[in-house]
């Protein structure tokens, strides 16, 4: 089956203890993305990579990292998490990034307190 | 800057009143209109993509509709099954790695 997974589903933690959300596709897709999903504010796409070891900014890319050492796999890092990072967090991959829809994982809530 | 609007915030329908959805959007050139469901607790899942304006697409009972200026999301003798949330998001030409999404509008149908 064709499916974007993301690990944990659920995560609370506590402010500056490092954490890493993964995130994996299985329909060889070359491109990835973070999303945050906060109440009135919609998706805000936070970092998104074209391919292998290629990614760059969103919108709001301040306190996360990724990385994409494979073509499946595209972590999410929070290095030292806050309060303000407590949100719904979205994996979504496409075939390409001009013009093709996104297939979105069932979302991660992350708690910081 | 792209903006997505979608209104209204939440609408509340009898099952089989039919009703629409809007999504007005301000792009420099439109690549791709894209239309998304969520349900509670899951991730949006596709709906549409619209890329010119006049086009439309349908699918069971929803039809999406795009203009220069908007979208409209047309929902046809609605079904409780269709409650969810209803996202639209705008790619720009010059843009290619940016999907702007809208706030989104949540649909409840009664039976």
């Known amino acids: 089956e064709a499916q974007v997974t993301q690990n944990p589903r659920y995560l609370i933690t506590v402010t500056g203890k490092k954490l890493t959300v993964t995130c994996s596709q299985n329909m060889n897709h070359e491109y990835m993305s973070w999303y945050r999903q906060d109440p009135g504010l919609g998706l805000r796409q936070i970092y998104y990579s074209m391919n292998v070891e290629v990614t760059d900014k969103g919108d709001v890319p301040e306190g996360y990292k990724v990385s994409r050492k494979e073509k499946r796999n595209f972590p999410l890092i929070l290095e030292s998490p806050s309060p303000n990072q407590t949100s719904l967090y979205f994996c979504?991959?496409?075939?390409?990034?001009?013009?093709?829809?996104?297939?979105f994982g069932p979302g991660t809530r992350l708690t910081v307190l | 800057e792209d903006q997505v609007t979608q209104s209204p915030e939440a609408l509340r329908l009898q099952e089989g009143e039919s009703s629409s959805l809007n999504c007005s959007y301000t792009v420099s050139g439109l690549r791709g209109l894209f239309w998304y469901r969520q349900d509670p607790g899951k991730g949006p899942e596709f709906l549409f993509t619209?890329?010119?304006a006049g086009e439309e697409k349908e699918k069971e009972r929803l039809k999406a509709t795009l203009t220069k200026k908007e979208s409209f999301l047309h929902i046809t003798a609605p079904k409780p099954e269709d409650s969810a949330t209803y996202l639209c998001a705008v790619q720009a030409l010059d843009n290619n790695n940016d999907m702007r999404f809208g706030a989104g509008t949540r649909l409840t149908v009664k039976p």
């Open positions: 979504a991959s496409s075939l390409g990034s001009i013009g093709n829809e996104q297939f």
């Open positions: 619209l890329y010119s």
